[in-house]
């Protein structure tokens, strides 16, 4: 079991970590940081946001300063789940050659896998990738590979809606975050984004960030190290719990949106693994706070992207998903009483 | 005739014109009535000025003075009347109650005139002065109290009645009016009813802080928490001046609900809670 010493080592590393991506990200703070409590809580993060707003560039910089191997698949709407399993080829030699696909090419040692506008795969292949999520393994040649260490990054794009495929409750629910990365307001951010020549250049940019910060292979070890040293108290359990019912029946504490039925509006609540990932996430970031306890403000923190994916609207609602989430998440927040 | 008796005679001569020199004449003079004073009693004198040669000048006013034991002369003046004499006017005050009916003599005195060196003598005139009661040997004997005379009472009893009424029932009314506003505040306004709460439990009992907490909520119009203490300051500026101790207050709360338990030196909420009421009491609408 790690000391305390290590935990407060391994602190001073992951805030590295977010100083290092700093480098190459200006303008996206609270990404970097959300992205950074789910890779000490060990949850994938599924990122959306406007074209070019630097999503990729992000993840690549993670992948960067995590260390390990990093293997990037671009979604589109032919790739097939085989493609990620094995790769067919003809050799020099004219000889038909079947080698590991992106998935299993690096084994135990692949750290980050980066699904690319996941939305424009095939269901089959977003199929294989929970398996692979929800596991870290996957069945392939007779036999199950295993990837212990590895953290899925996945994005997609807003705008394009054509030749997209939704991805279904279920995987959504297998992100721990699904994180909305904004575009740049603050005038200097924008400036810096459109005339200094250093952010025009993605490879050199990433170039910035400190290679390997975390000895990667740890990282389920801390991860597991971190939830059993932040403490929940009774109160504050109650609290979650009362979040979790509040998903449920929102009304029950007064919450009230406008325009909207809220006895009509919701079909499911957060899943008990949305509400895992609430508390895993909220405990990383009472340790990346220096604390040995959870608190409101934490469980604040992480709620907005943990739980917006996870409530499902009936369908008369589910089209206005994007407003509603947000604002039921807000409205839930500012509802349920602590302490009680 | 001898020379003595020339000189006598001569002298008799000279004696016979100073005393024609020094007239003196007497006075016209309207003495009050004899009988029927007590003490206290002004009584006055009237002295005619005026005679047949003409208006008497008085070289001096009958000075202001304690004449006897009985009497003392007042500020005297001169008075005309509708015929055209002038009367000089001297009050004397009885001052002294005799044990029984006595005479008392209002003094004789003089006045010279400034022209002719006139002199008038207002001769002593005497005035008889009882006593107010008898004087009997013991206070038994006093002569009892007037009987009053009997008012009619009754309107005066009704309307004070009516007005004690009116009073009692607008003093009842404003009670309930009170009670009625301290109940309603109890149950609406957010510190009225935490305080309220907080009179029947121990205030570092976690209920009463909690309380606590739900008035600040209520106050701020959303669940707050130390990061979003800003909004209960937008939303209720007059709680500003109490911001170093609401901070505390949550500070304190963290580390009790959701930290490693109450902290040492733990801030009276009751206290709090009080100072709160008293400013929203200040500000209600």
């Known amino acids: 079991m790690a000391s305390d010493e290590q935990l407060q080592d391994w602190r001073d590393r992951a805030l590295q970590v977010e100083e290092e991506v700093g480098k190459a990200i200006i303008g996206q703070r609270d990404t970097i940081r959300l992205i950074n409590v789910a890779l000490f809580a060990r949850g994938h993060v599924l990122l959306e946001g406007d074209v070019g707003v630097g999503k990729t560039t992000i ?149 910035r960030v400190a290679p390997a910060i975390l000895p990667w292979q740890q990282l389920n070890e801390i991860g597991a190290a971190i939830q059993r040293s932040i403490h929940a108290s009774e109160v504050l359990e109650r609290y979650v719990l009362d979040l979790w019912d509040a998903s449920q029946a929102p009304e029950r504490f007064g919450v009230r949106l406008d325009g909207v039925d809220m006895s009509k509006l919701i079909l499911a609540g957060v899943s008990p693994r949305g509400m895992m990932s609430l508390t895993r996430a909220a405990r990383v970031v009472a340790w990346l706070a220096g604390r040995t306890h959870i608190t409101p403000a934490d469980i604040h923190a992480v709620a907005p992207w943990t739980l917006g994916h996870r409530v499902f609207f009936t369908p008369v609602y589910e089209l206005r998903r994007t407003q509603l989430a947000t604002a039921l998440i807000e409205q839930i927040l500012e509802h349920v009483p602590t302490p009680r | 005739m001898s020379v003595r008796t020339g000189l006598a005679l001569l002298a008799l001569m000279a004696l016979t014109d100073a005393l024609a020199a020094q007239h003196s004449s007497p006075a016209i003079v309207e003495q009050p009535r004899a009988f029927g004073y007590v003490i206290g009693d002004v009584i006055m004198q009237r002295v005619l000025l005026t005679n047949s040669r003409g208006d008497f000048k008085p070289t001096a006013m009958p000075p202001v003075q304690r004449v006897n034991i009985w009497l003392e002369r007042r500020a005297s003046r001169i008075e005309k009347t509708s015929d055209g004499r002038h009367w000089l006017v001297v009050d004397y005050q009885l001052i002294n109650a005799p044990p029984a009916l006595t005479t008392v003599q209002l003094p004789a005195w003089a006045i010279v005139d400034q022209a002719h060196g006139e002199r008038i003598e207002i001769p002593s005139a005497p005035i008889s002065v009882a006593p107010l009661i008898s004087h009997a040997s013991s206070a038994d004997q006093l002569r009892p109290d007037r009987e009053p005379s009997i008012i009619d009472t009754a309107p005066a009893r009704a309307r004070l009645w009516l007005w004690s009424i009116a009073l009692g029932v607008t003093l009842a009314a404003w009670l309930a009016w009170l009670q009625w506003r301290n109940w309603r505040d109890s149950h609406n306004q957010p510190f009225a009813r935490a305080l309220h709460h907080l009179r029947h439990i121990d205030e570092t009992a976690p209920e009463a802080w909690q309380a606590v907490h739900r008035a600040f909520d209520q106050t701020a119009g959303r669940v707050l928490q130390t990061e979003t203490l800003p909004t209960l300051f937008e939303r209720a500026p007059h709680l500003q001046p109490q911001r170093a101790e609401i901070e505390r207050f949550f500070a304190q709360s963290n580390e009790r609900f959701f930290g490693a338990g109450s902290p040492g030196n733990l801030l009276s909420v009751r206290a709090l809670c009080r100072e709160l009421r008293r400013i929203e009491r200040r500000h209600e609408q």
């Open chain 1, 59 to 207: 993840l690549r910089a993670f992948s960067r300063a995590i260390g390990g191997d990093f293997e990037r698949v671009e979604g589109t709407v032919d790739l097939m789940p085989g493609d990620l399993i094995y790769h067919t080829y003809v050799d020099a030699e004219g000889k038909p050659r079947i080698e590991a696909g992106p998935l299993l090419r690096h084994g135990e040692r692949l750290a980050t896998f980066f699904f690319n506008e996941i939305n424009r795969a095939r269901p089959q292949v977003q199929s294989l990738l929970l398996r692979a999520m929800a596991e870290r393994t996957v069945s392939a040649f007779n036999r199950e590979y295993r990837f212990p260490h590895m953290i899925v990054f996945a994005d997609r794009n807003r705008v394009e809606k054509e030749e997209t495929f939704e991805l279904a409750s279920a995987a959504r629910d297998r992100f721990m975050f699904e994180l909305r990365m904004p575009t740049p307001v603050a005038p200097e951010i924008r400036r810096a984004l459109v005339f200094d020549p250093d952010f025009h250049d993605v490879d050199q940019l990433i170039e």
